[in-house]
């Protein structure tokens, strides 16, 4: 049992399986986790946006034009998703509720898993902008860039660039997509998630969510 929550960062994809997880008594998998791993992996196979990565300085990777950052996410993606279908393959048989932005429509529907298995979700740019200033690592990630206000300002809009790549996308391959804007609680979405996933009925355990707008 495989459902998947692709989409873009900052739109509450973590927030939203972990409640859909605990209802549906699923595995929640945060691909964010994994990262990392697969990112030195594909190093050692010599996959060249990894390898890219390994050296770059903080102003090298934020003080760049946005459509080039997110042309670039997008194709990080590509290459270490070979390493994420291993890992889906592997514990094929466990019930998991697996979430990131890596999980790009295209990608998925290599798996040849039913379309209602996957979900698009991606915030709306007020949404995102709101959410990552309230992200206390935020400061850090960015530290050591010649120009934070500049890095985080090409941060934004290389995801704002990229929800909009896999929304269209989404639609084009009839993938479900959704968009959080904030104007519904946790528990609406995740009740609306389930109903698009067609996540069963057995086991459901009723819970309470939050409003994050």
């Given at each position: 049992?495989?459902?998947?929550?692709?989409?873009?960062?900052?739109?509450?994809?973590?927030?939203?399986?972990?409640?859909?997880?605990?209802?549906?008594?699923?595995?929640?998998?945060?691909?964010?986790?994994?990262?990392?791993?697969?990112?030195s992996q594909a190093s050692v196979d010599s996959r060249p946006i990894c390898l890219l990565?390994?050296?770059?300085?903080?102003?090298?990777?934020?003080?760049?034009?946005?459509?080039?950052?997110?042309?670039?996410?997008?194709?990080?993606?590509?290459?270490?998703?070979?390493?994420?279908?291993s890992y889906l393959i592997k514990n094929q048989d466990r019930p998991l509720l697996v979430?990131?932005?890596?999980?790009?429509?295209?990608?998925?529907?290599?798996?040849?898993?039913?379309?209602?298995?996957?979900?698009?979700?991606?915030?709306?740019?007020?949404?995102?902008?709101?959410?990552?200033?309230?992200?206390?690592?935020?400061?850090?990630?960015?530290?050591?860039?010649?120009?934070?206000?500049?890095?985080?300002?090409?941060?934004?809009?290389?995801?704002?660039?990229?929800?909009?790549?896999?929304?269209?996308?989404?639609?084009?391959?009839?993938?479900?997509?959704?968009?959080?804007?904030?104007?519904?609680?946790?528990?609406?979405?995740?009740?609306?998630?389930?109903?698009?996933?067609?996540?069963?009925?057995?086991?459901?355990?009723?819970?309470?969510?939050?409003?994050?707008?």
């Amino acid at each position: 049992m495989l459902y998947m929550i692709g989409g873009s960062p900052c739109s509450g994809k973590s927030t939203l399986a972990s409640l859909l997880a605990r209802k549906y008594d699923l595995l929640h998998i945060k691909l964010d986790d994994l990262v990392d791993e697969m990112m030195s992996q594909a190093s050692v196979d010599s996959r060249p946006i990894c390898l890219l990565r390994q050296d770059r300085n903080p102003d090298q990777i934020w003080l760049r034009n946005p459509e080039e950052m997110a042309d670039e996410e997008w194709h990080f993606y590509e290459e270490i998703f070979p390493y994420v279908k291993s890992y889906l393959i592997k514990n094929q048989d466990r019930p998991l509720l697996v979430e990131g932005a890596g999980l790009l429509p295209h990608l998925v529907k290599e798996l040849e898993w039913p379309a209602s298995s996957y979900l698009c979700l991606t915030p709306t740019a007020d949404f995102q902008k709101k959410h990552y200033k309230q992200r206390e690592w935020v400061p850090y990630v960015l530290e050591g860039t010649s120009n934070p206000e500049q890095a985080f300002e090409n941060w934004m809009q290389r995801d704002i660039l990229f929800a909009q790549m896999v929304r269209k996308e989404a639609q084009k391959l009839g993938y479900p997509s959704l968009m959080t804007d904030g104007s519904r609680s946790e528990k609406e979405t995740a009740e609306k998630i389930a109903r698009l996933l067609k996540l069963p009925n057995t086991n459901k355990i009723d819970i309470k969510g939050e409003n994050y707008d």
